[in-house]
DNA sequence: GGCTCGCTTGGGAGCGCTCTCAGCGCACCC
DNA sequence: GGGTGCGCTGAGAGCGCTCCCAAGCGAGCC
């Protein structure tokens, strides 16, 4: 095995050498020959595989203050939620987005709320193109921190300061809410209950007062605070069956905690959707595990909402809405296609613009 | 709300020039103050912060070839796999350990087959000091790709010639599949099953070996290949009660399995762990879902394979061997503390060395 | 006192690339 | 035939940084 590490990795020079033109041409047809007589290009091409002749990325952002790059960074102290099948399907869409513009992905983890300093001081030393901030909570302090790099949140911000007029991409969380608890009420269901993800993250609260937008004077004790998880889940469903004996009809945040609530169910011995009619959100259950029984649940495309990118340097993203998927309690995936978006498209520019 | 990004920021030269000192001191001191006077170092410093100055990396890489990022690749074509806790807990650890080495992750997911000349190329382009590829499946092409850059493997490579001599970390598959059986043949359990997992990837060879190790007469209906999804595991757990109702003990290659195995053997009516003993792999459960009843697992302690880095330039990895949790069937964590190691260490050079 | 040596400091080259600008050749037109 | 303009190509100046090397400057020693 030859040990191309310590070969000197042939530079744009070296090219244009071997193709007998200068520097500038090689660089042209590299970047695309725009400009280059086709001869010249032709020769350059060859040369660049003969010497197996690739970039030097640092030379060229040093010139061009370009990275191809964009940070992604998940805000999200507990190890558990990083590893919801939600950010991993994101993540991947992401990663799909990019790689079609020639981009990298650079990862920022946070480790506690110590942790943003470095992460902000990464994103305003200029080595990526943009940043990507997801599962901020409501008291995050992070937007205040980052300077310099245009910023997309995924996910609505809370409203603090520093996040206001911030630029976010987030589905509609609270009409899919209400299209979830209209479904149950269009089953006849009365005494809906809800189990919400944690209030301190915007979706969990957008989606509760979807909730409260159909239920406007529904029975307090139907709604019990959650976090997302299938544990979480099981609690909950426990404390509302001991509250609400009578309930009939569960809206949960996620489906993970739809999960957890019909383990529970099945284990107090109610039957789904016959008892007690269960809608989920996030039409995850396809990647968590198999749903028993098989649940409704508010179609939300994660992988596709990082959308196409006109512009290398201006990222755009769509505002999707969930479709809500469906009548009949026993299928997973909605039969109206694809998530349908707004069509309004907004610029991945800095917040305050 | 300043606009800081058309704002130039702020070079060595400015620093230089503001605290009265030369380009060249002003690095020494950006880059740790060695051999420069007290308080030359404390005018640069203070110049550092009053200018708000940050290292341009695309500079500095130019001109050291480091370029303080480690490429993290999840050769995975399935979303689902993805989505597994299992590579969130690695990619968590892996963050933690690049960070504390100011190191940034750049993720590289590939889609598909075609993906992987990208990744090769990418990975030769020396954009990043080392590469971690993990997930391999036995005839995957990627090690054959993969030239120029100080490459690991998380989790055997299979031995095709490309791979041969690679360097990778991995727990004891086999050793640690053993001690799982050896613990249900302690029990007092004679007809041992086995869900193993996807059978093109090494860790599932390894632990059916170790299973093998163990039972070598064993019936050949009690093993059924799987997936490592909790699908999976109720689908093989069915598949092995139809086959052989009268097993008593189950070896599942990982948690999520073992998972659906127990949701499979509740609902034909066995006890755990009285009729039916399971033990899983990976300690994974308090991740992913409350198993019901808890499990015997063998642990292996994921977010702490990425050991520490003696040297910067030649991140070192070790060996972890899972230690076996334990005796009663009702705990998730084995009391014996934490994975220990073999103490054999490995340099991230490039396979042939 | 002069010399050597070691520690600091500054000057300057150059990493590999892009991009501006000038130059050159070739129609095309008057 | 000379001028004009356009299209292509090459020369060269940096981008911001690190690092080599030489110069400066005391302290210590003969």
């Known amino acids: 095995m030859t040990d191309q590490s310590t070969a000197p990795r042939p530079t744009l020079e070296a090219v244009a050498a071997r193709a007998g033109v200068s520097r500038a041409t090689a660089s042209r047809v590299v970047n695309g020959g725009e400009g280059v007589r086709e001869p010249l290009v032709e020769r350059v091409r060859r040369a660049v595989d003969e010497l197996g002749y690739v970039p030097n990325q640092a030379a060229r952002s040093l010139v061009t203050r370009r990275h191809d790059a964009v940070a992604v960074v998940i805000a999200e102290p507990e190890t558990r939620v990083f590893a919801d099948p939600f950010f991993a399907l994101q993540l991947r869409g992401i990663s799909k987005e990019l790689t079609a513009h020639d981009s990298q992905l650079v990862l920022l983890l946070t480790e506690g709320r110590d942790d943003h300093a470095r992460v902000a001081r990464y994103l305003a030393g200029g080595h990526v193109d943009g940043a990507l901030v997801f599962s901020l909570h409501l008291d995050d302090p992070l937007p205040g921190l980052i300077h310099g790099v245009p910023t997309v949140y995924g996910g609505r911000p809370g409203w603090s300061d520093a996040s206001r007029g911030a630029v976010y991409v987030d589905c509609d969380n609270r009409g899919g809410a209400r299209e979830a608890v209209r479904h149950l009420v269009g089953l006849g269901r009365r005494r809906i209950a809800h189990i919400s993800g944690a209030l301190d993250q915007t979706s969990a609260v957008d989606r509760l007062d979807g909730y409260r937008d159909v239920m406007a004077d529904a029975d307090p004790r139907l709604i019990v605070e959650s976090d997302f ?18 309930l009939d009809g569960v809206f949960a945040a996620n489906d993970l905690t739809a999960a957890g609530a019909l383990r529970v169910l099945r284990e107090r011995g109610r039957r789904v959707p016959e008892d007690v009619a269960v809608v989920g959100f996030d039409d995850m259950l396809p990647f968590t595990e198999q749903a028993d029984p098989p649940l ?13 990118t006109p512009s290398r340097r201006q990222p755009r993203f769509r505002r999707h809405r969930p479709s809500l998927g469906l009548a009949c309690s026993r299928r997973h995936r909605p039969p109206r296609g694809p998530a349908r978006s707004y069509g309004r498209r907004f610029p991945a520019t800095q917040a305050g613009a």
């Open 296 to 308: 409704t649940t508010v179609r939300q495309d994660i992988e596709e909402i990082p959308a196409t």
């Open 229 to 246: 998880t299938p544990g979480g889940g099981e609690r909950a469903m426990r404390e509302l069956l001991d509250r609400c004996p009578d």
